[in-house]
């Protein structure tokens, strides 16, 4: 790590050097940005081990560190078993053979800090006390931040830079200047150790990752080597006595015997440390962007740790928040537009993950009646949940008008396509490369759907299908033409946005 003087400004300064810190400057600085990354020294704090989803790779390949990646031979898990809701076990592997991550979390984000020090971020080792903004606007680009950093430099120093990613996780630098939300979802406290067995253990998917439910809690266990497994478990701190002077070594061992089959993995296994704890509870944001900021990662919202998708999460918030920051910092007069767009985009993403996680509750729930399961099992409104990204396209397929739009196109003879009256192009942001862009969309009404804006649907570019729909007197013809000039898409998903814009009137054929 660079144990440089900090520079007195920076294009970006970004506030931690987790996944989503390290992500976001990896990225910004390849694009080139002048990039300072502030980031806590926590080389003696415990690290969790952390299991990610194979989907994972493609992220690390678009934030260039795939190679390095694979160089430091993670273990490789080949999917997951659950005990979940059921004494029954569940044993899944990713699909296709594909292969997740089993991550000490401290060497992976090394892994990642190192990679952005070799695209020319200046990482410097210090605690961030506080961010202050000297712009009252709405939008990036147009503000001094003033940095105050501590830790090894003895006096704090002030950094200019035109934007801030807080990237500080739970910390929430900035978030906790008025923007986190934490609602009423009832609080999870993880407590985890580090299991170590000389021999292994003797497991059908010794690199999977384990769940199991029990009564008030669960349980979790990453293998990290044949030899070396974390065991963590979720428990409501409120059903604790560690708020009265309880030993936090007793309780977890009181948790992990209530499992059935994770407290197995302690039989002739050595504790190799002192269990630590720490908080896991959910939390959103009021709002993801302002003056001259964005919060990234776990700075933004934290889901339940149950999905696994908290790291991959964090990479593609910042992945996201590196092409808002470069819109802003390149094209200033987009800067509103995409702020707003990140802020609806990491709605709808904690959204979606706790409608999963509620789901999950939910299933054992209905085994284990008790407030921890029951507590969870509802979507509290207190969070904030962002509108669904996509439209419900099962529910579409059904919609009368559709049918009877997909029947029409079967029997014509001929077509004759033509803007329909209840035609509405809109101007939404939207993605082209790095830079958050205004991009055409279909406003359209379905009565199953209600009111949609659309650009694509199933991959097929609604407002260039009007464009060219016209042209061309039979579907098959279209349908080729299309595929010649546009991204390629299969005759089924053609054919339901055909119907789309005929139901919903943005076409007719006269
Ligand atoms: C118990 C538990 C289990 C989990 N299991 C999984 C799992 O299996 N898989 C998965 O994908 N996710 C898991 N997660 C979620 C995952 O840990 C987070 O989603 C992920 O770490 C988010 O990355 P981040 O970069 O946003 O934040 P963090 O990883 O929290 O990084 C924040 C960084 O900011 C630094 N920082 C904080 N304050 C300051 C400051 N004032 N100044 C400078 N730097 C600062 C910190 O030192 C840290 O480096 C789990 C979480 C918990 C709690």
């Not at 506030?15 to 910004?28: D, K, Y």
């Not at 950094?159 to 008025?178: F, N, Y």
């Not at 896991?280 to 696994?308: K, N, T």
Request: glycine share 8%; charged share 25%; aromatic share 8%.
């Amino acid at each position: 790590m660079t144990r440089l003087r900090v520079p007195s400004t920076s294009d970006v300064v970004i506030v931690g050097g987790g996944p989503a810190g390290a992500a976001a400057a990896n990225v910004l600085s390849a694009w080139g940005h002048a990039v300072l990354l502030l980031t806590k020294s926590e080389d003696t704090a415990p690290t969790l081990a952390e299991s990610l989803p194979p989907s994972c790779r493609k992220l690390f390949r678009a934030i260039g560190v795939l190679e390095a990646i694979d160089k430091a031979k993670f273990l490789r898990s080949t999917g997951n078993t659950f005990w979940w809701g059921s004494d029954e076990l569940r044993s899944e592997r990713f699909t296709d053979g594909e292969l997740g991550y089993q991550v000490i979390r401290r060497e992976f984000d090394r892994v990642l800090r190192t990679q952005a020090e070799n695209k020319n971020v200046t990482v410097v080792q210090g605690t961030v006390k506080r961010v202050e903004f000297d712009t009252g606007e709405m939008s990036l680009g147009g503000g001094t931040v003033h940095v105050m950093a501590g830790g090894e430099h003895a006096n704090p120093v002030v950094v200019s830079a035109r934007a801030v990613l807080d990237c500080s996780g739970r910390a929430g630098v900035i978030a906790r200047q008025g923007f986190r939300r934490y609602g009423s979802a009832p609080a999870t406290l993880a407590i985890a150790g580090v299991w170590e067995r000389p021999d292994g253990w003797s497991l059908a998917e010794p690199t999977h990752t384990l769940v199991e439910a029990y009564r008030d809690g669960w349980a979790w266990s990453v293998p990290v080597s044949a030899m070396r497994r974390y065991l963590t478990v979720m428990v409501d701190p409120r059903e604790t006595d560690l708020d009265r002077g309880g030993q936090l070594a007793v309780t977890y061992r009181r948790e992990l015997a209530k499992t059935r089959q994770i407290s197995r993995l302690t039989d002739h296994a050595r504790l190799t440390t002192e269990p630590w704890a720490c908080d896991a509870s959910v939390y959103s944001a009021d709002r993801y962007a302002g003056p001259a900021f964005l919060l990234v990662g776990d700075a933004a919202s934290f889901i339940d740790p149950l999905s696994s998708f908290g790291v991959k999460k964090a990479i593609a918030s910042a992945w996201m928040a590196a092409i808002v920051t470069n819109t802003c910092l390149v094209k200033p007069e987009m800067a509103e537009a995409a702020c707003e767009f990140y802020t609806a985009r990491e709605s709808e993403v904690f959204s979606s993950y706790a409608v999963q996680a509620a789901e999950y509750f939910r299933d054992v729930a209905a085994k284990h009646d008790h407030p921890f399961w029951t507590g969870r099992s509802d979507l509290e409104d207190d969070l904030g949940f962002g509108s669904p990204a996509a439209i419900d396209l099962d529910a579409l397929r059904l919609d009368p008008a559709m049918q009877a739009a997909f029947a029409d196109l079967k029997v014509w003879p001929e077509i004759t396509l033509a803007p329909g009256d209840r035609l509405q192009v809109e101007r939404w942001p939207g993605i082209a490369g790095r830079e958050v862009v205004l991009e055409e969309r279909l406003g359209l009404e379905m009565s199953t759907v209600g009111r949609v804006a659309l650009r694509f649907v199933r991959g097929v570019d609604l407002p260039a299908l009007v464009r060219m729909a016209g042209d061309h007197r039979q579907v098959p013809d279209l349908f080729e033409a299309y595929n010649q000039r546009y991204s390629e898409v299969n005759l089924p998903d053609f054919l339901g946005a055909l119907s789309l814009l005929l139901a919903s009137g943005a076409l007719r054929n006269t």
